[in-house]
């Protein structure tokens, strides 16, 4: 059989998926970073994307926002601030939250903290794509 990697991702609220996968791309501060079994070790800092893992064939999408990633001896660690599987995510509260955001950002008074509310229509925005088909 070909060889497989742990993949655990978790927030501070819970284990949101602790399983054996085949390959993990995850949102790298500095760009995707993609994670073979064997990987050389590194820790990075993740930034609100969606990550992918593939799983007997098949490809699982899971919204994060933000994190680090550390990979040693074929175990890939996600502590993320939140993060859902695509299968999970709410699309109608993702599209209010994006709304409340946006409202926020145009509103342009001084007492908007513009870079809370930007950071909150990045994370609905995130999750309405990661749950796209
Ligand atoms: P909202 O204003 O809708 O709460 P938010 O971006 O402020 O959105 P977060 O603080 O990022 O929410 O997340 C709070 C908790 O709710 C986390 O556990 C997160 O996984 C979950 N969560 C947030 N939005 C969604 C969603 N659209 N679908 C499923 N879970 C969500």
């Known amino acids: 059989m070909a060889k497989t990697q742990r993949l655990d991702i978790v927030t501070p609220e819970k ?19 993609g994670f073979l079994p ?12 969606v990550l992918r893992l593939t799983q007997d064939g098949k490809t699982i999408k899971v919204a994060i926002s933000g994190g680090f990633v550390e990979v040693k001896n074929s175990r890939v660690v996600v502590l993320a601030d939140t993060a859902e599987r695509a299968d999970q995510i709410d699309v109608a509260r993702a599209e209010e ?17 513009i870079a ?17 088909k």
């Open 15 to 33: 284990v949101v998926f602790s399983e054996e996968v085949d390959y993990v791309v995850a949102p790298g501060s500095e760009g995707e970073l």
């Open 116 to 132: 809370r509310a930007e950071a909150a229509l990045k994370r609905a925005i995130n999750r309405i794509s990661a749950a796209q």
């Open 38 to 49: 064997e990987h050389t070790p590194l820790v990075s800092a993740l930034k609100t994307g």
């Open 97 to 113: 939250a994006k709304r409340r955001a946006e409202q926020r950002l145009a509103q342009k008074s001084e007492n908007i903290d």
